[in-house]
């Protein structure tokens, strides 16, 4: 019996969120021979994903787990008890979703995940590129933030802080690499485009 609807919408959305990630993975190893980073030929790259993949787990199971538990956790009552704000943050969370969705759309052949030295893509700076540097990852600290408000709990807490903090950190290194890549294009780039909080005239 499903005692609490907004963790169980919320981990079923990410469930679906990363299934996603690893069937688009799966499309770059056909095409490529490489699984899109799933595994990063860079060593901090590796470290990074010994960390970051016990959160995604943690993200899609505890909201679900969580769902089906008895009694809600006396420390997540508050805001247990204000419903609309937890079913905002599920309308939210939804609406990320979507629009992620578009990113992975708009970015085609260029989508990975993490950082790769030897391979180079294409340079993606229209669409929602085009307002903020890093998209995918705006909505993904957008989608833990919502899964935090809805289950307040000390893991989820945890976890969402250690995921933020990669995010931040994996976007920096990313940022380095394209300097790299593409040069003065990427840095007028940068300076032109914010990296999280959308730049309301975008980029001409």
Not at 50 to 59: E, Q
Not at 172 to 191: K, P, T
Request: proline letters at 7%; glycine letters at 6%.
């Amino acid at each position: 019996m499903v005692r609490d609807w907004p963790s169980l919408v919320v981990g079923l959305l990410m469930g679906f969120y990363w299934y996603r990630v690893l069937r688009k993975a799966w499309h770059v190893k056909k095409r490529t021979g490489r699984a899109a980073n799933i595994v990063p030929t860079e060593p901090i790259g590796r470290v990074l994903r010994i960390i970051w993949y016990p959160v995604v787990a943690i993200w899609v199971v505890h909201p679900i787990v969580q769902a089906f538990t008895k009694k809600p956790q006396r420390y997540a009552q508050p805001l247990l008890d204000i419903p609309i704000l937890r079913w905002l943050a599920v309308g939210i969370a939804i609406l990320a979703m979507i629009v992620t969705l578009v990113c992975w759309k708009r970015m085609g052949r260029s989508w990975r995940m993490g950082i790769n030295p030897d391979e180079k893509t294409s340079l993606v700076i229209f669409g929602p590129w085009a307002y903020v540097r890093h998209p995918i990852y705006a909505l993904s600290i957008l989608l833990m933030l919502c899964t935090m408000v809805i289950l307040p709990t000390p893991l989820m807490l945890a976890a969402g802080v250690v995921h933020i903090v990669f995010l931040i950190w994996e976007s920096r290194r990313e940022e380095q690499h394209l300097i790299h890549q593409h040069g003065d294009e990427y840095v007028q780039y940068c300076a032109r485009v914010r990296r999280f909080i959308p730049t309301l005239t975008g980029q001409h």
